[in-house]
C-alpha cells in the first residue's frame, strides 16, 4: 500500500514539472545542514543533511522533491544492562515554497508533505535486541530567508516535522520487557547552499 502511495506520488509530481513547462521556469538544487530537537525524552540528536531539487514555477513560487536525514539516540539503565536506542529518520517529501518579495534578501514560507521512513535498532550490553522499521506520512512547515545571489544562494529555515500513525507511538522491545517512545514531532533548524539551473 504504502509502495503504491510513494510510486503515485512520483509519478503525479514528474507530470506536474512536465504540465507546468515554461520558458522562463528554472531548477535549482539545494543541499543542507541541520540540526533538530527530538520530543523524546533524554534524547540525544545529532546533525543531519539533505538535499532538495525545486522548479520554479514563478519567481514567487517553487515545488519539488527533497529527501533528508536526523539520527537521535537514546541510553537507558534497565535491569538487564545499559540500553542504547537509536533511531535513523529520513523523510522523503514533495515541497512548496512562496518568496514574499523580491530581492538579494528574500523571505519565504513552506511546507514539506510525504513518508518519513524511520529506522529503529535496540542493543543491550552490545547485543542486538531488535531492529526495525516503519514509514508513515509526515508534514513539515518552514519559514526562513533565502539570499540571493544569481546563480549561488545561501538559506536559513526554521521547520517543524510532524508524523503521524507511529504504532500508538512506541516501539516494544518484548525481549527486554521495555516501551520506547517513538518521535512524532520535532523541531529543526537547516542551513544550506541553493544553485540555479537554466536561468
Excluded: C
Excluded at 518552514?142 to 516535522?161: C, I, M, N, P, T
Amino acid at each position: 500500500m504504502k509502495n503504491n502511495v510513494i510510486r503515485w506520488t512520483g509519478m503525479a509530481l514528474v507530470g506536474l514539472f512536465l504540465s507546468l513547462g515554461s520558458a522562463s521556469a528554472q531548477f535549482s538544487v539545494g543541499v543542507q545542514g541541520g540540526v533538530f530537537k527530538s520530543t523524546a525524552d533524554n534524547a540525544k540528536s545529532y546533525p543531519g543533511g539533505g538535499i532538495n531539487l525545486k522548479y520554479f514555477v514563478t519567481e514567487n513560487v517553487a515545488l519539488g522533491v527533497a529527501g533528508r536525514i536526523y539520527s537521535e539516540r537514546l541510553n537507558y539503565d534497565f535491569s538487564g544492562g545499559p540500553t542504547r536506542f537509536v533511531n535513523n529518520i529520513t523523510p522523503v517529501t514533495l515541497t512548496a515554497d512562496f518568496l514574499l518579495s523580491p530581492g538579494i534578501v528574500r523571505p519565504y514560507l513552506g511546507a514539506d508533505a510525504g513518508i518519513y521512513f524511520q529506522n529503529f535498532r535496540v542493543n543491550q550490553n552490545d547485543n542486538q535486541l531488535i531492529r526495525t522499521s516503519a514509514s508513515n506520512f509526515g508534514v513539515a512547515p518552514r519559514g526562513g530567508l533565502l539570499f540571493d545571489f544569481g546563480s549561488v544562494g545561501v538559506q536559513a529555515e526554521v521547520v517543524y516535522h510532524a508524523i503521524f500513525a507511529n504504532q500508538n507511538n512506541n516501539l516494544r522491545v518484548n525481549e527486554a520487557g521495555i516501551n520506547i517512545d517513538q518521535t512524532n514531532n520535532f523541531w529543526g533548524a537547516n542551513v544550506g547552499l541553493v544553485f540555479g539551473i537554466g536561468r
